[in-house]
């Protein structure tokens, strides 16, 4: 899956900001991505990352038009040709699949329940908005939940046809922030199949129209 010259999206997180940085892979082995040095994508500079620095790194296959996300860390760096960073290289089936296109957010407080089996923490809660492609949900204030963490979400759609949809979901979170004294996670959809992302989507068309008719400012 992955091509020498491939661009890789990385995603650098201290204290809860997120720096993007944009790099080329240059060559792989069975176990090492080997990248270029990455830059950063606001300042067009190069970022140093030292050995042991955890990130996300996302890509796009051109054959089926998916991006991709995983995890990874430095593991090494080279100093051939041109100096190279060495990623270790998922397995195929830590791939996830995300979205990058943008859908429309409406406010909806639905019930979620988010699964973090590595934190063994469960939280049943309810949804602040919600995407075809994501959510913001309540937390209390000192939830172990941190952004990066990966889970699983079920979520509960109910439709004005008064019959309900649950949705398992793959999921990460990818923000946690504080808004009018509320605690809230950004969470991401991940895996979505074409049917789970076409319900999601009909759903805030439903509600979208709910807001309309009720003469709702829908943002």
Do not use: W
């Amino acid at each position: 899956m992955f091509k020498v010259g491939m661009e890789l999206i990385l995603e650098l997180s201290h204290n809860d900001q997120t720096e993007q940085l944009r790099s080329k892979v240059s060559d792989f082995t069975d176990n090492m991505l080997l990248i270029s040095y990455p830059v950063s994508i606001e300042s067009n500079r190069i970022v140093y990352l030292p050995n042991g620095e955890h990130l996300f790194a996302s890509f796009s296959d051109k054959n089926t038009g998916a991006t991709y996300l995983f995890k990874t860390k430095i593991i090494n760096r080279f100093n051939k040709q041109i100096p190279m960073l060495a990623l270790a290289l998922p397995n195929e089936q830590d791939l996830m699949k995300i979205q990058r296109r943008q859908f429309v957010r409406v406010k909806t407080a639905i019930d979620i329940s988010l699964d973090f089996p590595e934190r063994n923490t469960q939280l049943p809660t309810i949804t602040d908005d919600l995407s075809g492609g994501g959510c913001a949900v309540v937390i209390p204030e000192h939830s172990p939940i941190v952004r990066g963490d990966f889970g699983r979400a079920c979520i509960v759609l109910p439709f004005q046809d008064h019959h309900y949809k649950y949705l398992n979901l793959d999921c990460r979170i990818t923000r946690r922030f504080e808004r009018n004294k509320i605690h809230l996670l950004s969470v991401q959809f991940l895996n979505l199949t074409n049917t789970e992302q076409q319900q999601l989507i009909r759903y805030t068309f439903d509600k979208q129209l709910q807001y309309r008719k009720k003469g709702i400012l829908v943002e």
